[in-house]
């Protein structure tokens, strides 16, 4: 069971549900995470676009590069005890990209066999960064062959072999919604910024939420997609 202070929900709803963490810089959303981390007991893979994981996470976490990423992936499908925080800090945008979906594809392609089904968690850090909002008008358009396309697949598919994902992101507005569409359970931290608070209203948030949210504190976020929702939550400390 995780428990965030006010807000506990199982595991499994990792897994089947799949998590948006979205707010402003300082907001509190890797904070709220690496508690979810610190609290889950499945593997987790975390990819770290600004170093946020090196500290502050008691689950025990092997750090690196991917000179192999399709190596990689397939090594954590059958290595469920191991975590790993995959470091795109101070790399080529289009490198990380390619890793990013190699390193995806190539779990996801392994765990088609049962035996290597045990829950993985990803993290995905600045999803906007992985997976940019192209204005494409349906999952059709998702370009196949891109990590936009390797995220939005463990998304979509991802239930069946024990692939669940938190996606954080700063600017909703530029994350592609194919990937963002298939999160049912949502915290929304602190945003101020107007086409972010515009894109809320498109997806259908109430008007009294998308106010809430531009005086949040920070540590404080909206819970949406949960048994009482929405409603504010306190992250303890």
């Known amino acids: 069971m995780i428990d965030l202070g006010g807000l506990q929900f199982s595991e499994e709803t990792l897994i089947a549900d799949k ?9 509190g959303k890797t904070y709220v995470t690496r508690k979810i981390i610190n609290q889950a ?11 946020e994981y090196q500290f502050g996470t008691k689950k025990p976490l092997e750090f690196g590069f991917l000179e192999r990423p399709e190596w ?30 190699d390193f995806v594809i190539a779990l996801y392609d392994a765990k088609r066999e049962k035996k290597y089904q045990t829950p ?6 600045e999803a906007y ?6 204005g494409v008008p ?5 370009v196949k062959g891109t990590s936009e396309y390797a995220l939005f697949t463990v998304q979509a598919r991802g239930r069946k072999r024990g692939i669940g994902a938190i996606i954080l992101t700063q600017r909703p507005a530029q994350c592609s919604k194919h990937v963002l569409g298939q999160c049912t359970k949502w915290l929304i931290f ?7 608070l515009v894109w809320l209203r498109q997806q ?34």
């Open 19 to 27: 998590l948006a963490v979205v707010g402003s810089t300082g907001s």
């Open 41 to 51: 007991g499945m593997q987790v893979i975390i990819f770290d676009l600004d170093g």
């Open 72 to 101: 990689a992936g397939e090594y954590y499908a059958k290595h469920p005890t191991k975590n790993c925080v995959i470091d795109h800090r101070r790399r080529d945008f289009e490198r990380n990209m390619n890793e990013c979906r």
């Open 120 to 125: 993985t968690l990803f993290v995905i850090e």
């Open 129 to 134: 960064y992985y997976a940019p909002e192209k």
């Open 138 to 142: 349906s999952p059709k358009g998702v």
């Open 190 to 196: 602190r945003m101020n910024l107007p086409n972010d």
């Open 204 to 237: 259908g948030f109430e008007r009294e939420l998308v106010g809430q949210v531009k005086s949040l504190k920070t540590g404080e976020c909206v819970a949406v997609g949960f048994q009482d929702d929405p409603f504010t939550v306190q992250v303890s400390p």
